[in-house]
């Protein structure tokens, strides 16, 4: 039968927590047997997707709480990393990975499904790379090529600090900031939040390696290899590197407006068009909240809030429920295409 | 565009195609190489959010990332299916990675200057030479799952 490695790290500092799964990755050779690996993060601070903006993240905030921003190969959003996390990656040969990036998830994270519903969690995948308990998503992951491996990195949540969390966040306004961290509490939280027992990360370490063992071969026990360790070096010398953190997007234009996904299908939106700023959060396949400002609108501003709530996953649709107030109705659409482009 | 369907896939006659990539070649006047996806390697990357693409001037080998593509919080990286120097790099696309997702036929990611003429010699061009392969290809990821039947 296969063999699994696994490689527990343990608890390790902030860069080795993001440069163990990429070395890993990058060393690994055609026809090499996967890796399960696990470390917790000693130190807080904010990772951020390959492709993001670093202006999303709030960098006044980050240097006066001490929180290193770390930009990973992988995608997603900005995330706020601590020592209440639990990291696992599984890294393969390119060539032995399925090819679709849904099969590739369904593939990879089904098991860290199975080790939280071995761990009491009537635990799911939500959409395709969340892993959820009802609305509350406890492990976010992302994933991507590095070298000639695959390699799907997931969290598993024992705390969160939602408010540091909305607090890193660069953001419009405190209104988008409550909204954020209203639908965080909501639809991120720890295994405790999903109702499950008391469990440590040893449990939740010990479910991980039974589930990926099941999935991929006879689990056995391994240290990172003299290859491994010199990669996991090179990674921790890029990813402290300046240029590396401002990203391969640096310089380019802001898009327009503000995005900020809560967990699958579940954002908030910002946008602003002739003055007129609207915030609306998604829930699934409706705007479940509006606001709407402007100077000029006065007393209309409810009523298009009011129009807003409801479908949102046929832009004719928001569109039709706007068209009675004219140039403001549209103006309220302009705002919001950019953010909803992705439900349409 | 002349085009020729294959298993419902459109694409275009007057392009090469590298079957380890995924990635077709357009040569302008000049002999420069035009890369962009073909639609089995677009849909199986999902669908495309962020696009990154290595600087004008860089030389990439054949089998060599020119720039990453990230679809569903997953980053691969764009092979170049010919070597060359990147002589530029689609500003439209890289503002708008989305267009690809509804055409990834007409967009090109990046110019490639200093092709070698035998490195293009074992693509597939033409539909006698192209439709055998992507019919198989479609047939292999349907199998796998990989794309919709």
């Not at chain 1, 990975?97 to 939500?126: C, H, I, K, M, T």
């Not at chain 1, 063992?213 to 360790?229: H, I, N, V, W």
């Not at chain 1, 990674?235 to 503000?258: I, Q």
Request: with cysteine; charged share 25%.
């Amino acid at each position: 039968m296969t063999r699994l490695r696994v490689v527990d790290a343990g608890t390790v500092g902030a860069l080795r927590s993001q440069a163990l799964w990429h070395g890993i990755a990058a060393a690994m050779k055609p026809g090499a047997a996967p890796v399960l690996s696990l470390c917790r993060p000693g130190a807080a601070y904010v990772s951020i997707g390959y492709h993001r903006r670093l202006d999303e993240i709030d960098g006044d905030v980050c240097r006066a709480e001490g929180l290193p921003v770390i930009r990973r190969q992988i995608g997603g959003g900005p995330v706020l990393i601590d020592a209440d996390q639990l990291f696992f990656g599984i890294t393969l040969p390119v060539r032995d990975a399925p090819a679709g990036v849904d099969r590739l998830y369904a593939r990879l994270l089904e098991p860290a499904a199975a080790a939280f519903r071995a761990l009491g969690l009537d635990a799911r995948l939500d959409g395709l790379n969340d892993i959820a308990v009802g609305d509350l998503k406890i492990s976010g992951t992302g994933a991507g090529q590095i070298g000639e491996a695959v390699v799907v990195v997931g969290n598993v949540i024992f705390g969160f600090d939602h408010e540091r969390m909305a607090r890193v966040l660069a953001l419009p306004d405190d209104a988008m900031r409550a909204e954020c961290l209203r639908l965080m509490r909501r639809h991120v939280g720890s295994l405790a939040d999903a109702g499950g027992r008391a469990v440590s990360a040893a449990d939740a370490t010990a479910a991980l390696r039974d589930a990926y063992g099941a999935a991929f071969g006879t689990p056995a026990d391994a240290a990172l290899s003299a290859e491994e360790e010199a990669a996991v070096a090179r990674w921790e010398t890029r990813l402290a590197d300046e240029r590396w953190t401002r990203g391969p997007r640096h310089g380019a234009p802001a898009p327009a407006g503000r995005r900020v996904k809560v967990r699958s299908d579940v954002f908030v939106v910002f946008g602003e068009e002739a003055g007129v700023r609207v915030l609306a959060s998604v829930v699934g396949d409706r705007i479940e909240r509006a606001a709407v400002g402007a100077p000029h609108l006065n007393g209309t501003a409810a009523a298009l809030q009011d129009a807003l709530v409801g479908p949102c996953i046929d832009p004719r649709a928001v569109a039709g429920r706007l068209a009675a107030f004219g140039d403001d109705g549209r103006d309220v659409l302009t705002a919001l295409a950019p953010g909803l482009e992705a439900r349409w | 565009m002349v085009t020729f369907d294959v298993a419902g896939y459109e694409l275009a006659a007057d392009r090469r195609y590298d079957p380890a990539t995924h990635m077709w070649v357009d040569l302008d006047d000049d002999g420069n190489a035009l890369v962009g996806l073909d639609p089995l390697g677009r849909e199986t990357s999902g669908d495309v959010v962020a696009l990154s693409l290595h600087e004008p001037g860089t030389a990439v080998g054949r089998g060599e990332p020119f720039g990453d593509l990230e679809a569903a919080k997953f980053v691969g990286p764009l092979v170049a299916p010919v070597g060359g120097t990147i002589a530029a790099c689609n500003e439209t696309v890289l503002a708008d990675p989305g267009l690809l997702n509804a055409d990834a036929g007409t967009h090109w990611l990046v110019v490639l200057a200093g092709v070698d003429a035998a490195e293009l010699d074992g693509m597939l061009c033409g539909e006698a030479e192209v439709a055998p392969w992507f019919a198989a290809e479609v047939k292999r990821f349907r199998t796998q799952g990989a794309i919709a039947e």
